[in-house]
């Protein structure tokens, strides 16, 4: 009996093991940026379904939890996922997506909503092709108003820089003009009464001495 509990041990501890892998193999073989793909989801479930999968997952695939090489990356991009579906801004722009991807595959397929078409395999399984290209042209537009947007930053911050740099200059300049008034006003008082600097001939020319004799 002993040998029997411990074998079915092992065999279920195996099996446990073997879906630890397979899991985190399906994580990573899926498009990393579609959250839903990630936590195996349909668009449209409420929260709830997204902390329960999430647990779930997260429990079964814990780095810690296995000795799988792959588990570390496969449970960030779980937590990725997660957070993603939780934040209701990147979750719409998701929705957008996967919605705006639909509608090229119809536009392209000439279809309408009630055509039977749409609710075949071939039809989901282009749809999730499109759905990776939405996301990820919407990605590179991101990216490049991101650049843009650093740039006019960048502008603007150089054109901050200037602008403290001129007040500065200024700033020393009236100093330096505040510094000198008194020897300004001393000039012109000398100047007033008639007196004339001392490297402009002020000095005065000294006798000659008459020869004796």
Same mark, same amino acid.
């Not at 397979?22 to 990393?32: K, N, Q, T, W």
């Not at 843009?148 to 740099?165: D, L, T, V, Y």
């Not at 300004?184 to 600097?197: E, V």
């Given at each position: ?31 990393? #940026? ?16 997204? !902390? ?35 934040? %209701?801004?990147?979750?719409? %722009? ?15 397929? !000439? ?10 395999? %071939? ?14 042209? #919407? ?66 020319? !000294?006798?000659?001495? !008459?020869?004796?004799?």
């Amino acid at each position: 009996m002993g040998d029997d509990f411990d074998l079915d041990a092992e065999l279920q501890a195996a099996g446990k093991e073997f879906d630890k892998d397979a899991e985190i193999e399906r994580i990573l073989s899926v498009f990393r #940026n579609d959250a839903y793909r990630v936590l195996d989801l349909q668009p449209g479930v409420p929260e709830s379904d997204i !902390k329960k999968c999430y647990r779930t997952k997260s429990l079964l695939i814990h780095p810690d939890k296995t000795t799988n090489p792959r588990a570390p990356e496969a449970f960030d991009r779980l937590k990725k996922a997660q957070n993603v579906l939780m934040d %209701e801004k990147l979750r719409t %722009e998701l929705d957008e997506a996967i919605a705006d991807a639909r509608m090229l595959v119809m536009r392209e397929r !000439k279809l309408d909503k009630d055509s039977e078409e749409v609710k075949t395999d %071939e039809f989901a399984k282009e749809w999730k092709k499109k759905t990776v290209f939405v996301i990820m042209e #919407n990605e590179t537009r991101k990216q490049k108003m991101l650049k843009a947007q650093m740039r006019e930053e960048g502008r603007a911050e150089r054109k901050a820089e200037e602008e403290i740099a001129e007040r500065k200059r200024k700033r020393e300049h009236e100093q330096a003009w505040e510094q000198t008034r008194d020897t300004r006003i001393n000039s012109w008082r000398d100047f007033q009464k008639g007196g004339k600097p001392e490297a402009e001939g002020g000095k005065k020319k !000294k006798k000659k001495m !008459k020869a004796l004799g």
